[in-house]
């Protein structure tokens, strides 16, 4: 089968390109690629086009590993943030940018777009963290209004059990005529709330002196 002439890398097969490919990762010389193109493939390439191609696949190349680079951090950045990032999606991200323009411009808008997804998907949540800890600390506002309202309820109960009982006293006291103590008036302060903090002179307090003042 006659070898078929090609004049340019790009008009290779698949497979014609691949084993180029391969072959330049490995620092093989352009005169030795088209000999092993020819032998493999039955393609013909020449060294001149191959030495002008592989200036421009290792500036690809480099590109390409500058961004994979920079995907690897990505990626690390956001597993760090706890979310997982399966072994397809790395694949689907590396497949898409082994497929960019040559000058690896479609890749890098494509990273810079998930670089930038992935700023606002921090700014969300941070934002969402920030209500959340409003919304807790509203809870623990209602709660604590909640609890000290119990607390005052049940004083409140405790107070008025207290009360009904100095009136139920009074009241057994006012039925069999006898008569009211002091300790019975402070009773009936402390219900209506009266309070005297000044002390009451007792029936047997003693006079005060004399200082040469009485008429």
């Not at 391969?22 to 352009?30: A, S, V, Y």
């Not at 088209?34 to 493999?40: H, Y």
């Not at 606002?120 to 949540?125: A, L, P, W």
């Amino acid at each position: 089968m006659p070898s078929k002439f090609q004049s340019g890398v790009r008009n290779l097969s698949e497979q014609a390109q691949a084993l180029l490919h391969r072959m330049l990762d490995q620092g093989k010389t352009p005169a030795a690629i088209a000999r092993a193109v020819r032998a493999q493939t039955k393609e013909r390439v020449s060294a001149g086009a191959i030495t002008r191609y592989a200036s421009l696949y290792h500036q690809r190349r480099q590109k390409q590993q500058q961004i994979q680079q920079r995907m690897d951090g990505f990626l690390a950045r956001v597993q760090k943030d706890g979310i997982l990032v399966s072994d397809l999606l790395r694949a689907v991200l590396i497949e898409r940018l082994s497929s960019a323009d040559e000058d690896g411009t479609a890749a890098e808008l494509d990273l810079l777009k998930l670089e930038e997804a992935e700023r606002k998907r921090g700014e969300y949540e941070l934002r969402q963290r920030q209500a959340h800890f409003s919304n807790l600390y509203r809870e623990r506002e209602l709660e604590l209004k909640e609890r000290k309202h119990t607390l005052a309820e049940k004083q409140f109960q405790l107070q008025r059990e207290k009360v009904r009982a100095n009136f139920q006293e009074l009241e057994r006291k006012a039925a069999s005529g006898q008569p009211l103590t002091k300790e019975d008036i402070r009773r009936i302060r402390e219900i209506y709330g009266l309070y005297d903090d000044a002390p009451q002179p007792t029936d047997d307090s003693e006079p005060g002196p004399n200082n040469g003042n009485d008429e």
